[in-house]
């Protein structure tokens, strides 16, 4: 089993990869491992994640009090945000939160990442919504990225950042990896005049590989409602998959709902 200390010093060289990779700028962003289930280990607030050395780490409960914490060093601000998704999501053993430059654009675009345009980014995270914005440190934020935490396994946040979790530190900072990689390349390609996006048969094809995979996590090739009713998953929706929009629209073919609105945004020239 890895010791305490060895996951220490794991978090702090995702720390490192992060600031490196202009993930964060001073000292933005945040990590936590969880150990049991009522002790996680996290990054302290107000230091840049780029320079921590494992004493840094703090160790809090599942209620996101203090176990554990040396010198001056706090957990941080965000302990709620990371709290609120071990408790959704009995799966997650790590949760990442950074400000990458690109996802971060599309968050204060307020434009959802929905379009196929590359099948690992399909296959790794299917389309990725925007959580309603919420004052950094409070309550806000785990209340808003509450309602997504079952259907997908990374979320922008609004005006803010991103956010990513999954079964070990590593997966989650891949899956923050990866959404920064698919935002680079659909903003890229917009400049290019606009992406070619995979056909909904070609993306049903991915989520059947990625089926067949058996990928942990949660994805919206297994929980679109509309591959529930054993159709294709629309991959347009914007986040409303799971009950929000999706659900008011009942039975309605979300392949057709979902043309209907790319032909009208078109004629509009978005
Ligand atoms: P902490 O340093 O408190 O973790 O906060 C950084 C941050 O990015 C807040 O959103």
Same mark, same amino acid.
């Given at each position: 089993?890895?010791?305490?200390? +060895? @996951? !220490?010093?794991?978090?702090?060289?995702?720390?490192? &990869?992060?600031?490196?990779?202009?993930? #964060?700028? =001073?000292?933005?962003?945040?990590?936590?491992?969880?150990?049991?289930?009522?002790?996680?280990?996290?990054?302290?607030?107000?230091?840049?994640?780029?320079?921590?050395?494992?004493?840094?780490?703090?160790?809090?409960?599942?209620?996101?009090?203090?176990?554990?914490?040396?010198?001056?060093?706090?957990?941080?601000? +965000? @302990? !709620?945000?990371?709290?609120?998704?071990?408790?959704? &999501?009995?799966?997650?053993?790590?949760? #990442?939160? =950074?400000?990458?430059?690109?996802?971060?654009?599309?968050?204060?675009?307020?434009?959802?990442?929905?379009?196929?345009?590359?099948?690992?980014?399909?296959?790794?995270?299917?389309?990725?919504?925007?959580?309603?914005?919420?004052?950094?440190?409070?309550?806000?934020?785990?209340?808003?990225?509450?309602?997504?935490?079952?259907?997908?396994?990374?979320?922008?946040?609004?005006?803010?950042?991103?956010?990513?979790?999954?079964?070990?530190?590593?997966?989650?900072?891949?899956?923050?990896?990866?959404?920064?990689?698919?935002?680079?390349?659909?903003?890229?390609?917009?400049?290019?005049?606009?992406?070619?996006?995979?056909?909904?048969?070609?993306?049903?094809?991915?989520?059947?590989?990625?089926?067949?995979?058996?990928?942990?996590?949660?994805?919206?090739?297994?929980?679109?409602?509309?591959?529930?009713?054993?159709?294709?998953?629309?991959?347009?929706?914007?986040?409303?998959?799971?009950?929000?929009?999706?659900?008011?629209?009942?039975?309605?073919?979300?392949?057709?709902?979902?043309?209907?609105?790319?032909?009208?945004?078109?004629?509009?020239?978005?």
């Amino acid at each position: 089993m890895t010791s305490e200390f +060895e @996951i !220490k010093k794991q978090i702090c060289d995702i720390g490192k &990869r992060i600031y490196n990779r202009g993930m #964060v700028a =001073a000292n933005d962003g945040n990590i936590s491992v969880k150990l049991s289930d009522n002790e996680f280990l996290c990054t302290p607030t107000g230091v840049s994640k780029g320079f921590m050395t494992p004493e840094y780490i703090c160790k809090v409960d599942r209620d996101g009090n203090v176990i554990q914490a040396n010198g001056n060093f706090k957990p941080s601000s +965000e @302990i !709620k945000m990371h709290m609120r998704v071990y408790q959704q &999501r009995p799966d997650v053993n790590s949760v #990442v939160h =950074a400000h990458p430059i690109y996802a971060t654009s599309f968050a204060i675009a307020g434009i959802p990442l929905t379009q196929p345009i590359m099948p690992e980014a399909v296959i790794a995270l299917g389309c990725v919504p925007i959580a309603e914005y919420g004052t950094p440190s409070t309550m806000e934020i785990p209340d808003a990225v509450e309602k997504y935490l079952q259907y997908y396994d990374a979320v922008l946040l609004a005006n803010h950042g991103a956010l990513a979790y999954s079964d070990s530190l590593l997966a989650a900072y891949h899956k923050m990896e990866s959404l920064e990689f698919y935002a680079e390349l659909l903003f890229k390609a917009k400049q290019l005049g606009g992406p070619k996006e995979l056909s909904p048969s070609q993306v049903e094809r991915l989520y059947e590989i990625r089926r067949q995979f058996g990928m942990t996590g949660k994805h919206p090739a297994d929980l679109c409602p509309n591959a529930k009713n054993g159709k294709s998953s629309c991959h347009s929706c914007g986040g409303n998959c799971g009950g929000h929009k999706a659900a008011t629209i009942g039975n309605a073919d979300a392949d057709l709902v979902a043309s209907i609105t790319k032909r009208v945004m078109e004629q509009l020239g978005k």
